[in-house]
């Protein structure tokens, strides 16, 4: 009897400490869970709202631009100038002395590969943020033939790179790429 007694006591110390396991299993798991359900809320609030991803690419259909043209569309509520470059656009933007430039970049630094006749910049000039002139018919386009800034007298040439005036670097070249041969998606 005492055998038994002894067997039953281990026993009720196993299932004593099987029983305290599950709870601390339970706690925890339950625990767990509603952290997870208070998180993912708090989390997921944070994401950006479909405007915002809507406004964060934009595509441009560029098949109707033709050589020595210039359009602006509308990139994160900023100017966006897309330009094709002429032959001689392209061989006078070459024939700079890349070294002379305040802010050097080649034109292949600014175009893709294979689509070098392609510029797309941000319509912003680097001073203060005004929009230069140049993109639209009949506009100035300053000493350089690329883009005029009226307000503080920037130009820039046909590679929208600065060449007169306070501004300090090119117009910037946003992230882009063409999902097609007439089609850029910016962003």
Not at 29 to 34: E, F, I, N
Not at 178 to 184: A, G, H, L, Y
Request: hydrophobic letters at 35%; a negative charge.
């Amino acid at each position: 009897m005492a055998s038994d007694t002894a067997a039953m006591g281990d026993l009720g110390t196993e299932e004593g400490v099987r029983r305290r396991d599950w709870i601390h299993i339970a706690a925890l798991s339950t625990a767990g869970v509603g952290g997870a359900s208070l998180l993912i809320p708090l989390v997921s609030q944070m994401a950006p709202s479909a405007d915002v991803l809507a406004a964060s690419t934009t595509e441009v259909d560029v098949s109707a631009i033709q050589p020595g043209q210039a359009i602006k569309a509308v990139f994160r509520k900023q100017p966006l100038f897309v330009r094709r470059l002429t032959a001689d656009e392209i061989k006078s933007a070459n024939e700079v002395e890349v070294s002379s430039l305040r802010d050097p970049q080649t034109l292949g630094d600014r175009t893709k590969e294979g689509h070098e006749d392609m510029l797309i910049t941000m319509g912003v000039c680097t001073h203060l943020g005004c929009v230069p002139l140049g993109a639209a018919e009949g506009e100035n386009r300053g000493e350089f033939g690329g883009y005029f800034c009226p307000c503080h007298g920037s130009h820039y040439d046909t590679a929208g790179r600065i060449r007169k005036g306070p501004a300090p670097l090119n117009l910037q070249v946003p992230e882009y790429q063409f999902t097609s041969d007439t089609v850029i998606r910016v962003g």
